[in-house]
């Protein structure tokens, strides 16, 4: 009850009271008057009660201070039935103030209940004492009682849409804050997924160095120590065994070059199909093997998540195409679409009949199950090899929630 039109209705109210008990003191006969002293004794208790209801109190004392301030209006419509229908005015402040302070039906119909009954039993008593009956005056005068219950009704109705409203205002800001708060965790727990993934992939690769660069590099020092026992003793034996030592030191120098590439940090300001680009030019002209490149669709909604797994999936397609099919030409195409991307690496090499999944296809595979992805390869002898991969945007939507 601390807004300023409850308060301006406080001040209205309390004025009123006062003013209204000063008029019916005019009326009394004077000092002896019995009627004299029950206005003396009413007008603090109307200021007393006034100040204890729209005080912080507890809603049993404003029930009493109310009930008494009923008590002593009728008791003004007793004692001065020559003023007719004017205690009426009492009442109308009266029950502006109920409908005002109480919000329980049953109490607003007690104390209405109640004020049809004075009402009545006070017509009657003022039209024994004076014989005097004015129905249109009682009207009038009750109905100002109706409109202060309704006028009442209204500004508690008011009031508590206005707490509501300031409770939902408050509830919005913690909800908001709360949001704020979960986008900044969410934003956190995306960086360090990325992160992750990043760490995975440098271990993934460190794993292959060890594998691939490392059996390579064994097999060149047995290959090696074949060629010193065989020099003196069959030249082109010798030279044959050494040229497989320069292969496996090409092949080995290729991957080493691959992973050191896919090490770097991608912090040079290019875009994705930048990277994937240069990329493909980069190992076009290390095998003389030419790559092509083809993007349908918005490259920008390819998640962070996924980029590391499609760049090292194209490394590897593109090494397989030349080391297993010995190809002239590989097509990369990636198309986004709102669902998935589809991913497609196809060269012209030699191709086989029965596919015997190598090291590096069993890796891509594992990568792209990784990420919830479907994984095929098709191959026919002498037309070529091909892999199709589907990714689905399951990343892509959470990054953007994030």
């Known amino acids: 009850m601390k807004s300023f039109s409850l308060f301006l209705f406080s001040l209205v109210r309390i004025t009123m009271l006062v003013i209204l008990s000063v008029y019916f003191l005019q009326n009394a006969d004077g000092m002896g008057d019995s009627r004299t002293l029950y206005i003396i004794v009413a007008i603090p208790i109307f200021i007393a009660s006034h100040f204890i209801q729209m005080g912080n109190v507890r809603e049993k004392s404003r029930i009493l201070c109310s009930s008494i301030d009923f008590l002593v209006v009728t008791g003004f419509g007793f004692l001065f039935p020559e003023s007719g229908y004017l205690y009426l005015i009492f ?83 913690e ?37 691939t660069v490392g059996h390579k590099m064994t097999a060149l020092i047995v290959q090696l120590q074949v060629a010193r026992e065989m020099v003196e003793r069959d030249a082109e034996k010798a030279k044959e065994v050494i040229a497989v030592c320069a292969q496996l030191t090409r092949d080995s120098l290729h991957e080493l070059r691959v992973s050191v590439r896919t090490l770097k940090e991608d912090d040079r300001g290019l875009s994705f199909v930048e990277v994937l680009q240069e990329l493909l030019d980069e190992f076009s002209a290390m095998t003389q093997m030419q790559t092509t490149l083809s993007l349908e669709g918005d490259s920008s909604a390819i998640p962070s998540s996924l980029q590391p797994t499609i760049k090292r999936v194209v490394q590897e397609g593109l090494t397989n195409a030349k080391k297993h099919g010995n190809a002239r030409t590989c097509l990369v195409e990636i198309q986004i679409g709102e669902k998935e991307i589809l991913l497609t690496i196809k060269d012209d090499g030699m191709g086989q009949k029965n596919i015997l999944p190598n090291f590096g296809l069993i890796n891509m595979k594992e990568r792209v199950e990784e990420h919830g992805g479907l994984f095929e390869i098709r191959s026919v002898e002498g037309e070529g090899f091909g892999i199709y991969i589907t990714f689905p945007f399951q990343q892509k939507l959470m990054e953007v929630t994030v």
């Open 91 to 173: 009442f109308g402040v009266l029950s502006t103030t109920v409908f005002i302070l109480f919000g329980h039906k049953r109490l607003l119909g007690f104390f209405s209940g109640l004020f049809v009954a004075v009402w009545i039993m006070t017509s009657f008593w003022i039209y024994a004492q004076t014989g005097e009956y004015s129905l249109s005056n009682n009207i009038i005068n009750a109905m100002f009682v109706f409109y202060g219950a309704f006028v009442g009704s209204l500004i508690r109705n008011f009031h508590n849409a206005k707490e509501t409203i300031s409770n939902q205002y408050g509830q919005l800001n």
């Open 175 to 211: 909800s908001h804050d709360a949001l704020q708060a979960a986008h900044r965790q969410l934003r956190e727990y995306a960086e360090q997924v990325e992160q992750l993934t990043v760490i995975r992939e440098r271990n993934e690769i460190a794993r292959e160095i060890h594998d």
